[in-house]
Nanobody, 115 residues
Framework: QVQLVESGGGLVQPGGSLRLSCAASGSIFVANIMAWYRQAPGKQRELVASIRDGGFTVYADSVRGQFTISRGNAKNTVFLQMNSLKPEDTAVYYC?????????WGQGTQVTVSS
């Protein structure tokens, strides 16, 4: 059974940085795509950034140049470096993985940007 576990969320002041981590366990296959989504209160879940197994990345317009997604050396790990955080980045951040044509989600980690 595939499980995604996220870490790294928390409370940060505007202008600060956080690094989210996600590790998917339980599969012998390499994830074709890993991604981060976020959902703010009262809003729909939205794609923040994604990365393919070949390294191709996609970013939401709102975070391009501010966030960086990367895959770790360990199989099925992904990171999201978030810099210059703004209050509007406050949301629950979810890790996503597409493995062997199946979709998997993490439980979410809260990121709060506030002074």
């Amino acid at each position: 059974q595939v499980q995604l576990v996220e870490s790294g969320g928390g409370l940060v002041q505007p202008g600060g940085s956080l690094r989210l981590s996600c590790a998917a366990s339980g599969s012998i296959f390499v994830a074709n795509i890993m991604a981060w989504y976020r959902q703010a209160p009262g809003k729909q879940r939205e794609l923040v950034a994604s990365i393919r197994d070949g390294g191709f990345t996609v970013y939401a317009d709102s975070v391009r140049g501010q966030f960086t997604i990367s895959r770790g050396n360990a199989k099925n790990t992904v990171f999201l470096q978030m810099n210059s955080l703004k209050p509007e980045d406050t949301a629950v951040y979810y890790c996503y993985a597409s493995i062997n044509l199946l979709n998997y989600w993490g439980q979410g980690t809260q990121v709060t940007v506030s002074s």
